[in-house]
């Protein structure tokens, strides 16, 4: 237990810097946004023997909510989604931003703001017993599904068995052991060991309706008990959301009668579809940013800083056989100018990576930067001379990317960078609809593929986990490595009982054993900026780096 208490305190200062790292912008993510006593990582959100969190805020999308009169001058909002798998199944869109999309139909037990506060949706409130590895989960009574039908704790239950066994993907909790309904609206949940990322992870899991559910239907006609209902879907088209008429939504609900969605992948369309009043927000290419600035209509809004991403370059360790030793990747890093990189892609705007996880990790020690590689930094000549010594000079490497324009210009700027000292270089971009797939299987992967590093709970600690677990950025740990037995011990160990020296030592250990292996290689430390219409408000980035688009609204 003294352990465990170690651990609500680690959290504690996660949560509190997570906080003070959010910037404010006049679309209403500017408001105080430090964690009230109910949704700080204390006896009330994190697992402490069996404390109740109170229901304080039952409003989705809780400080996001308008103050007085909103004036619906306008009804419609426009905006952008840039990944389309062809379905809006909500357990296959981990990751993309579609799901934030069809989000709008669908709700989740609860979601978390970037300040770090637990924002209640179909949960009322969740008891955390034996050390937060028993959940009780209380839901939320009178929610009726968009087809009529009740929501209660089956349905709770079906869809967790889904998210368990979702067909090429992991489950969403590993370490799940029974999941089973006590009464009607009352659920429990039972870990074999607690995990940290479970409590915002499942921030992306949308509740389903265990009666109607179809494998097939479900791909394009969404039955939630969110507050839109789907008006139309069209793959790489866009789609289209009506607000529930009132009384139909358990909740409130302050967004636009209608939201839609066009997609859009390329960076200049993105801009042109800004200066042209297209959209009303979406993600702003960085060398665009002042040239949209300029037109009067857009605030540029930062994505919040608590978002703890690298860009990266990962290594098929498992079947790539001209990368198959640490040396030769370690030969590819340094041939690769990462300022560049940055400069290019990132209008200088990101960070060049210091260690195989984003600085911006809030728990980040500084022992770690600059170690191996990483202290090298770019080095042409070298990088040849060890390209010699391992065989690949002439030799032809592979890159893989999702298709989307920033990653395909990470790896030309990569193929740029190893034909300078004479390797060849395929790239390989795929669409959204297979990336998932190819990324995940070490036979059709490649050599190398695009992606990044992260995690949303914001600690070097789950980062970590997530590529030795799930295979994050389609990595590969089958394969042996040097350290690898020590390296799957502490990735069972840190997340569970941390005091701040010891999750200290054990993230330089992690990153020497990663980093002397070159498993991967982060090239920037990402940053996002968004166009924001100036008449919007209420724009806020949810913790798992969704949009709240429906408490969005108009002022004028």
């Not at 404390?51 to 952008?80: I, M």
């Not at 000292?421 to 050599?447: E, M, Q, T």
């Not at 990663?514 to 919007?536: C, G, I, R, Y």
Request: charged residues 20%.
């Amino acid at each position: 237990m003294k352990k465990f208490l170690a651990l609500l305190l680690a959290v504690l200062m996660v949560a509190s810097f997570a906080a003070c790292g959010q910037k404010g912008n006049d679309g209403g993510a500017g408001k105080d946004t430090t964690p009230s006593s109910d949704t700080t990582p204390s006896s009330d959100t994190t697992p402490s023997g069996g404390d109740k969190t109170p229901s304080d805020d039952t409003t989705p999308g809780g400080d996001a909510e308008p103050s007085g009169e909103v004036v619906n001058a306008r009804d419609t909002l426009n905006c952008v989604y840039t990944s389309d798998k062809g379905t809006l199944y909500p357990l296959l869109l981990l990751g993309n931003d579609s799901l934030a999309a069809v989000m709008l139909c669908y709700d989740p037990l609860w979601d978390w703001n970037q300040a770090g506060e637990r924002v209640y949706k179909l949960c009322t409130e969740v008891e955390f017993e034996d050390e937060g590895k028993t959940w009780i989960i209380h839901l939320r009574e009178g929610v009726k599904f968009s087809n009529g039908n009740p929501m209660n704790a089956d349905d709770v239950v079906f869809t967790i068995d889904k998210a368990q066994n979702r067909e090429g993907e992991p489950a969403y909790f590993p370490k799940m052991e029974e999941c089973v309904a006590l009464d009607e609206y009352t659920v429990k949940l039972t870990f074999s060991e607690f995990d940290l990322i479970y409590d915002t992870s499942i921030t992306t899991m949308q509740i389903l309706d265990k009666e109607s559910f179809d494998q097939t239907s479900i791909m394009t006609t969404p039955i939630g008990t969110g507050p839109y209902n789907l008006v139309d879907y069209v793959t790489n088209s866009h789609i289209k959301f009506e607000k529930k008429p009132d009384g139909e939504y358990w909740g409130e609900c302050n967004g636009c009668k209608y939201i839609n969605f066009t997609y859009i992948t390329e960076a200049s369309q993105k801009t042109n579809a800004l200066v042209t009043d297209t959209v009303d927000l979406c993600q702003v290419p960085f060398q665009d940013a002042d040239y949209v600035a300029d037109t009067g209509t857009y605030d540029i809004v930062d994505m919040p800083a608590s978002n703890a991403f690298a860009k990266t370059l990962y290594f098929n360790t498992e079947k790539s056989e001209v990368l198959n030793t640490p040396e030769a990747r370690t030969a590819i890093a340094m041939a690769i100018d990462r300022e560049a990189i940055n400069d290019i892609c990132y209008g200088g705007k990101g960070q060049v990576s210091v260690a195989a996880i984003s600085a911006k990790h809030i728990d980040f020690p500084q022992e770690m930067a600059g170690y191996g590689v990483y202290g090298t930094g770019y080095d042409p000549e070298g990088a040849k001379a060890l390209a010699e010594k391992c065989g690949l000079i002439g030799k032809t490497v592979s890159i893989s990317t999702n298709g989307s324009a920033l990653d395909v210009t990470v790896a030309e700027c990569i193929q740029t960078d190893l034909n300078a000292i004479g390797i060849n270089v395929d790239i390989r971009n795929y669409d959204a609809g297979s990336w998932l797939a190819i990324a995940f299987d070490s036979s059709a992967c490649g050599d190398m593929l695009v992606d990044f590093t992260g995690s949303q709970a914001m600690t070097c600690g789950q980062s970590y986990a997530a590529w030795y677990r799930t295979h994050m950025g389609g990595a590969f740990t089958r394969s042996e490595f040097e350290g690898k037995e020590r390296f799957a011990s502490i990735c069972d160990i840190i997340n569970h009982l941390m005091t701040p020296e010891e999750y200290k030592a054990y993230y330089i250990e992690l990153n020497k054993i990663q980093t002397d292996a070159m498993l991967w290689f982060s090239l920037v430390d990402t940053v996002a900026e968004w166009a924001v219409n100036k008449d919007l408000a209420g724009f806020q980035m949810m913790r798992m780096g969704h949009i709240d688009y429906q408490n969005m609204y108009w002022t004028k």
